[in-house]
């Protein structure tokens, strides 16, 4: 008697309008977070770099025996582009801390950071061990 094919036409249309909502709100909070994950990436892969690149002919585990902590802030301050921030932490094989002194360039408190592990050996008789903790930051 009532024809209802109306109807159904107009809930499928506010069906459809909130699929494609939806979709639009999923796809923006996606997009919007991304680069910042590709930020992140980028910049642990400049802080691996650059260790790899300060621990070429074993020579960060040779400044580390020395306990030369300058130099080793020295040599990050060269290796990473102007507009990172870093943050050294150097540990034995025991994960005991054993840099006395702050090796960094500004303070990451409140910054988004990333952190990266490397761990290298000093090239002696008595070789050691050891594991580093870079943490970086973009500066804003």
Do not use: H
């Amino acid at each position: 008697m009532f024809d209802r094919k109306g109807q159904m036409k107009i809930i499928e249309s506010f069906f459809a309008i909130g699929v494609v909502f939806s979709a639009l709100l999923i796809g923006t909070v996606q997009f919007s977070s991304s680069p910042n994950l590709a930020k992140q990436k980028s910049l642990a892969s400049l802080g691996v770099q650059a260790l790899i690149e300060i621990d070429a002919n074993g020579t960060l585990g040779k400044l580390i025996v020395q306990e030369d902590w300058t130099a080793i802030k020295q040599s990050l301050d060269v290796a990473l582009p102007i507009g990172v921030s870093f943050n050294l932490t150097i540990y034995d094989e025991n994960s005991n801390q054993i840099n006395s002194q702050l090796i960094q360039n500004s303070n990451l408190l409140g910054r988004e950071t990333v952190s990266v592990q490397y761990f290298c050996a000093s090239q002696s008789q008595n070789a050691q061990f050891f594991i580093l903790r870079l943490q970086l930051s973009w500066t804003r």
